[in-house]
């Protein structure tokens, strides 16, 4: 994080948050040091809250610093910016440690003073695109804790996301990446943690994703909007020029055309 004066900020539930002159804040949403986000507001009115779900195949050596080039940018077009770290697979996380992280820190926003959920939309890089329209269906799901979400998404936008767990393992993508994730081979979780079987979602999601994508296929976003389209959910494709990271360059067309994206939502 960049340098600047803290201060302790009291919020309506008795935790703190950390505000920083610049003015970036860190938001805690449990006692591990991977429970935290980085709020970041505009000088102006907000067009709305975007969660950013960084990517790495939910290993621990991938952090929110991939979110933060992001939430730059977002916050200069006038968004809120809420890029969140959550355990992952070798501190901590896995199932279902990661995808409680992320619910948790989601719902963290109704605390926070002064900011408006009435517009909250995730955004995620690879696994975080899974991550983000996991968190879109939460709702849709029955028994966990975090099927009755206090904070509920308003659209999903996948960046090269990891949307179909089932064919990612068949396809082995990421070296096992997700059979470490759930910790096995596929079972009856899989169908809590794979955003396909949480079809039709009611909000809206968009997929971006590179044409010569080799890390996470370009099949995996086509799949999932084909599926989602069928089932008569609000879903589209964008196919941009470049690889596996060029939808998470600021300074891209992929990047630009993402923004675009985000203000139709």
């Known amino acids: 994080m960049a340098a600047g004066v803290l201060a302790a900020c009291s919020?309506?539930?008795g935790r703190t948050s950390t505000r920083k002159e610049d003015p970036v804040e860190t938001i805690t949403y449990g006692p591990d040091p991977a429970q935290r986000a980085e709020l970041t507001r505009p000088a102006g009115g907000s067009r709305g809250v975007v969660v950013i779900l960084h990517g790495g195949f939910w290993r621990a050596q991938y952090d929110l610093g991939l979110g933060r080039p992001l939430a730059t940018s977002l916050v200069a077009a006038g968004w809120t910016a809420y890029n969140v770290e959550y355990r992952r697979v070798g501190n901590g996380g896995g199932w279902p440690a990661t995808f409680d992280d992320v619910s948790a820190a989601i719902d963290r926003l109704a605390t926070i003073e002064?900011?408006?959920?009435t517009k909250v939309i995730t955004l995620g890089h690879s696994a975080g695109g899974h991550l983000a329209v996991w968190a879109a269906g939460r709702g849709t799901q029955s028994g966990p804790a975090w099927a009755h979400p206090a904070v509920r998404i308003t659209a999903a936008v996948s960046q090269a996301g990891v949307l179909d767990l089932g064919a990612a393992t068949r396809l082995d993508l990421g070296?096992?990446?997700v059979q470490a994730l759930m910790g096995g081979a596929v079972d009856d979780r899989y169908a809590l943690a794979d955003p396909t079987?949480?079809?039709?979602l009611s909000v809206p999601v968009r997929c971006v994703h590179g044409s010569s994508d080799d890390i996470v296929p370009l099949s995996q976003s086509a799949d999932y909007?084909?599926?989602a389209r069928r089932a008569g959910a609000d879903a589209e494709l964008t196919e941009v020029d470049g690889d596996h990271l060029?939808?998470?360059?600021p300074d891209s067309a992929a990047w630009?055309?993402?923004l675009t994206?985000?203000?139709t939502l």
Do not use: F
């Open 11 to 13: 919020t309506s539930d």
């Open 114 to 117: 002064g900011i408006d959920t």
């Open 175 to 177: 070296d096992g990446a």
């Open 197 to 200: 079987t949480q079809l039709p």
């Open 225 to 227: 909007v084909e599926r």
């Open 246 to 249: 060029v939808v998470i360059d």
């Open 256 to 258: 630009a055309r993402t």
């Open 261 to 263: 994206i985000l203000a």
